[in-house]
């Protein structure tokens, strides 16, 4: 009994072991890969602009994660490098105050890049959030250079209050 138990944790250790793959390329080769990570502005007054990666080639990014839990964090992912990849952005306010997320505006922004990443290299998604509009971008770390380009919004709405019928 106890050396059937043995026999089929180890067959089936090996068995995950060979779903997962050595982490090469189909031809043998090593994979080669890049990152990209999100950035953040905290004003010290309990807004965080936040900006970050929301899906790669399809896979969406970090939605089961908790907002409040990834305020003023910024996540880094893994990229393969040498062949094109798509990825969407995102760029928006939070609150500290779960009620001003709630209610006030976020001056979202998204845009989605097509490009190459180079081996090695780090990527960084930055923005720019405001009333008057907001922007965002992916950026390569080391030299600043926009990846294609930036994604504008428009300017907010005022707010407003709906009128009654009297």
Known sequence: MRLRRHLLLATSCLALAACQGIGGSQDGAPRSYA???????????GRVDTFHVTEIDGHPI????????TLGIDATNRLD???????????????????KTLFWDPHRV????????????????RGEIGPDG?????????????????FVSGPS???????RNL
């Open 35 to 45: 990152s990209v990570t999100g950035s953040h502005v905290d004003d010290g007054n």
């Open 62 to 69: 970090g939605r089961g994660e908790e907002p409040m839990k």
């Open 81 to 99: 490098a040498d062949r094109q990849v798509h990825v969407e952005i995102e760029g928006l306010t939070r609150y500290r105050n779960p009620a």
């Open 110 to 125: 998204v845009g989605s890049v097509d490009f190459v990443p180079v081996a090695q290299a780090r990527y960084v998604v």
């Open 134 to 150: 907001s922007t965002v971008w992916l950026e390569d770390d080391a030299s600043h250079e926009v990846i294609v380009r930036k």
């Open 157 to 163: 709405a005022p707010a407003s209050v709906p009128e």
